[in-house]
């Protein structure tokens, strides 16, 4: 067990930032929050398409035209607030760092956990404790520049984080490794260099 406290301590400042960005996408939801859901197509005329944001950056996506009515949702209390092409574009990069970081998190408790156990790898707990900081501080943000930029941090110290698992894990031939660093790379493909 104590050859596992590495990772441990790493799964917990990335648990503890998986909480802070699930808070804040719960926080960011409105009619439009809906955009980025998987079951919404997206709409080929979308604006988004135009400045490189398609399907592989936001999921799918749908976005109603200007003169179309939208629909209501039996939740909301008075008007949606109209939101902006870029609170949309931030929105869906967040939805897609949550869903990135469940998914490191599970790999990590499931499958590199065990590993570990048996031949310890390097554990970067650096990284993890930035990525912590990171999403701790766009908590205090909320929206605006500052947000954005953290946004963006988020994302490249998520990928390094990921890269860097796949890093230790290739010198290992097992079908178990082959296992994680495949759940991994997939993990990796959901976040896109930007």
Known sequence: ?????????????????????????????GEDARACHPHYK?????????IGMGE?????????NPGEPRPKDSRQLGPARPRTLTQITVHCMLSRIVDSTSQLVSV???????LFQEHPFPIHLKDSIEFRNIC???????????FDRDL?????CLRIIVEKLIDSLTVFPSDLYAIALASLRQILQNLPEM
């Open 42 to 50: 997206l709409d080929q005329a979308s604006p988004l398409l135009s």
């Open 56 to 64: 592989e950056e936001c999921g799918s996506q749908t976005l109603s």
């Open 152 to 156: 963006h941090a988020a994302h490249q």
């Open 108 to 114: 990590e408790q499931t499958l590199l956990l065990p």
């Open 136 to 146: 701790s501080h766009m908590a205090l943000q909320l929206e605006g520049q500052r």
């Open 1 to 29: 067990m104590a050859r596992s406290v590495p990772l441990f301590v790493s799964l917990n400042h990335q648990l503890v930032a998986l909480q802070t960005l699930q808070l804040l996408h719960h926080q960011q939801q």
